[in-house]
């Protein structure tokens, strides 16, 4: 008891660390926007995707009682993952032995896997908890004992597992298996004896209403979550067989961090995962306590893979990993009971020196997968937080917040309480609904801060991107974590375009500009106004640089796009035809008052040095600005 209740404590001591430190991401801003919701209200949002309803309702009791900050928010993951290693002791003791159900509550405990969903505010701690309670119940619905109630606690843990995550299929599939794998013999061996017929054919309806309590329970929402799992586009990322399996198993056995410490482990994995298919008896109970980890961790695989869900959604094999500790964690117990019973007494003592040590050396890199789940940039989420404290020291009135998910909002409006609008993009599938509504936006107000995020599964004709991008004038385009962060300015220059007639290099020409009021004010944007031209296919890519230099030649202020703010690559030009392309070059704030020269240039793309030649110089000068 002493030894699991440590365990425990490790495991909270590492679920709560630093849990509150990092900013919720989309998905938690998704989850706590929809815990705010009455049932009525979330249910048709949510027959929209693939989520089911319980968890963030359960949220959103919760935040009731704790607040609604990161912490808070967290916390009930936190506790669900808590549990899921208290569940996994249990099945270990229950299948196999006390001692390999403290292995494997081990490897749950120190799994940067598990670690990781446990501290976001997400349905996958809480489904890995779920599934963990119901094998401990499936694992004894054998015993006559209290089978009735077994029955209808089935039943119920099941359904709410579906009504946490549709992921949870692949537990009640395995279970089905290793049903039919205790049945199915006993039926074959046993067909003459009628008493014990009986005996199994009520077991198997026992079973049958089980599920069939689930499917009732579950049937409401069974149309809705067919529909829309076949319809959900696979957004995972292409690799072949060999590396999706790397990347599962490195996922269950070590963690998300897996890759920095695979070579060192994976030998020890190996050698447990035998000493875990080793029998201690051959007798039709043992052989089933053997295989039901294992089963239930290659039903999860199989349909995984199946489903060709490669790397994008390995968080649906959350339960799968308390799988695989069970095996592992009976293969560390078979390998000091065979030490313990069968080696000469001479061997023993080394034997169990052998077995200790490597055992510890296999837990090792898990400490410095925590080290990196904690603070390599790879493993931290997107710093919404930090944006908005970003977006919220620039803000002025006139201007206005664009997200290009509407579901971005909600985690937006958690940190954002300012006065600035926020508009969700695009509103229609229509493209030219689309456009049609960033042109309001864009004559409405003076700056926009737009916010690309899963840009391409909202918008994949870019549609709001190009109409910001040829009908705005970009100030700046910046990557936050997963997050595009754009500025752009509404008002365009007053003068008329002024013909320049420049040749840059070879081929291409900039035939006219227009540049804002040659007097501004530090801290405000100049927009200008380009037309390029080119009279020769183009084979490279270039940048377009505008640079404000003081009277000494030094660079005070510098903008670098593509044209058209990338809308527009040079290797696409058209020959012949004009390219209008729009920059505004921000002044900085503290930029001293005084005379400036704009100048105006091409580079390429993968050698910034290497500017293309116009009238003898690598820039156009474009005049003078005057700094107020």
């Known amino acids: 008891m002493a030894l699991i209740l440590a365990i425990l404590l490790l495991a909270s001591a590492l679920r709560f660390h630093r849990l509150g430190e ?52 967290r916390a009930l993951s936190a506790l669900f993952s808590i549990t ?41 701690a809480m489904l890995a908890a779920i599934a963990g309670g119901s094998m401990w119940l499936f694992v004894g619905f054998h015993l006559p004992r209290r089978r009735r109630i077994a029955v209808i606690a089935l039943g119920l843990v099941n359904a709410l597992g579906l009504y946490t995550h549709v992921a949870y299929a692949l537990v009640i599939l395995a279970q089905a298996l290793l049903f039919a794998l205790w049945l199915g013999p006993a039926l074959f061996r046993e067909w003459r004896d009628s008493a014990a017929m009986n005996r199994n054919l009520r077991l198997l309806m026992q079973f049958v209403l ?97 489903l060709g869900l490669t790397t994008r959604y390995l968080r649906f094999l959350l339960p799968a990993q308390m799988a695989l500790a069970l095996w592992l964690g009976r293969g560390v117990w078979m390998a000091w009971r065979l030490q313990s019973r069968d080696w000469a007494l001479r061997w023993r003592h080394p034997a169990k020196l052998i077995i200790v040590l490597g055992a510890a050396f296999s837990l090792l890199p898990f400490f410095g997968n925590l080290s990196l789940l904690y603070d390599h940039p790879e493993f931290q989420r997107d710093d919404v937080r930090g944006l908005v404290a970003r977006i919220n020291s620039d803000l002025r009135e006139g201007d206005a917040l664009l997200v290009s998910a509407a579901g971005f909002g909600e985690v937006l409006g958690y940190y954002y309480r300012g006065e600035a609008p926020v508009y969700g993009l695009p509103i229609s599938r229509d493209g030219s609904v689309t456009r049609a509504h960033v042109l309001e936006l864009i004559s409405a107000h003076d700056r926009l801060h737009v916010i690309f995020y899963g840009a391409e599964e909202q918008d994949p004709e870019r549609v709001v991107e190009t109409t910001l991008n040829s009908d705005a004038f970009e100030i700046s385009d910046s990557w936050v974590d997963d997050m595009r962060y754009a500025q752009y300015i509404s008002e365009g ?5 002024v013909a320049a007639g420049a040749s840059f290099g070879e081929s291409i020409s900039l035939d006219a500009y227009a540049v804002g009021a040659r007097e501004v004010t530090a801290g405000d944007a100049l927009p200008a106004q380009l037309v390029w031209s080119t009279d020769a296919a183009l084979d490279r890519r270039y940048k377009v640089f505008l640079q404000l230099l003081d009277l000494d030649g030094r660079l005070v202020a510098q903008r670098d796009s593509e ?7 040079t290797t696409a030009w058209p020959v012949g035809e004009s390219v209008v392309d729009q920059h505004a070059l921000l002044i900085p704030s503290g930029l001293p008052a005084g005379e400036y020269t704009l100048i105006v240039g091409l580079y390429d793309i993968n050698n910034p040095a290497a500017r293309l030649a116009v009238e003898g110089n690598s820039y156009l000068d474009l005049g003078t600005v005057a700094v107020r």
């Open 493 to 497: 220059p007053a003068a008329p375009l």
């Open 22 to 73: 990092q900013s919720l991401w989309y998905d938690e801003g998704v989850s706590y926007a929809r815990s705010l919701r009455t049932l009525p209200e979330l249910i048709p949002q949510l027959q929209r995707d693939v989520h089911v309803p319980v968890y963030v309702t359960l949220l959103g009791w919760w935040q009731r009682l704790t607040g609604v900050s990161e912490f808070a928010l």
């Open 84 to 124: 899921s290693v208290a569940w996994t002791y249990a099945l270990g003791r229950r299948l196999h032995h006390p001692l390999a159900g403290l292995a494997a509550a081990a490897l749950v405990a120190l799994n940067s896997f598990s670690i990781y969903y446990a501290q976001e505010a997400r349905m996958y």
């Open 210 to 306: 089980a599920n069939l309590l689930t499917l009732t329970l579950f049937l409401p929402w069974l149309p809705v979550s067919l529909r829309q799992v076949f319809a959900q586009p696979n957004l995972s990322q292409v690799m072949s067989l060999d590396q999706t399996l790397r990347q599962i198993l490195g996922h269950l056995a070590y963690g998300i961090a897996f890759e920095h410490n695979f070579t060192d482990m994976t030998f020890f994995v190996f050698i447990f995962l035998f000493f875990g298919l080793i029998p201690t008896v051959i007798r039709r109970r043992a052989l089933w306590n053997i295989a039901a980890p294992i089963v239930w961790v290659m039903v999860s695989v199989a349909v995984y893979l199946y």
């Open 563 to 569: 044209p058209v703010g990338g809308s527009a690559k």
